[in-house]
Nanobody, 113 residues
Framework: VQLQASGGGLVQSGGSLSLSCVAS????????MGWYRQAPGKQREMVAA???????NYVSSVKGRFTISNDGAKNTVYLQMNSLKPEDTAVYYC????????WGQGTLVTVSS
């Protein structure tokens, strides 16, 4: 499985960004996808995840602001990020769980104050 993430960028505090991650390869093996992030000097943390059945999970700091969704075909996962804060600044990584775990390349999100 290969994951291609896109959509990062620079936004002002309070703004919105949307991330996308497209999976290719053995996508039928995927049973969940999600987003992690890693800020400078911090450990990578899970931001949100969604199962193939549509169940979602969020880190508490983004609940009510971020929404994860998929296209229902185990191919693309999205992360809609609203009301962004400077502390959301990080490199965001797409992850998929299936026969193994797979990581995409990171996409940088920078939120200016």
């Amino acid at each position: 499985v290969q994951l291609q993430a896109s959509g990062g960028g620079l936004v002002q505090s309070g703004g919105s960004l949307s991330l996308s991650c497209v999976a290719s390869g053995s996508i039928l093996s995927i049973n969940a996808m999600g987003w992690y992030r890693q800020a400078p000097g911090k450990q990578r943390e899970m931001v949100a995840a969604i199962t193939s059945g549509g169940f979602t999970n969020y880190v508490s700091s983004v609940k009510g602001r971020f929404t994860i969704s998929n296209d229902g075909a185990k191919n693309t996962v999205y992360l809609q990020m609203n009301s962004l804060k400077p502390e959301d600044t990080a490199v965001y990584y797409c992850k998929a769980w299936g026969a193994a775990t797979y990581w995409g390349q990171g996409t940088l999100v920078t939120v200016s104050s």
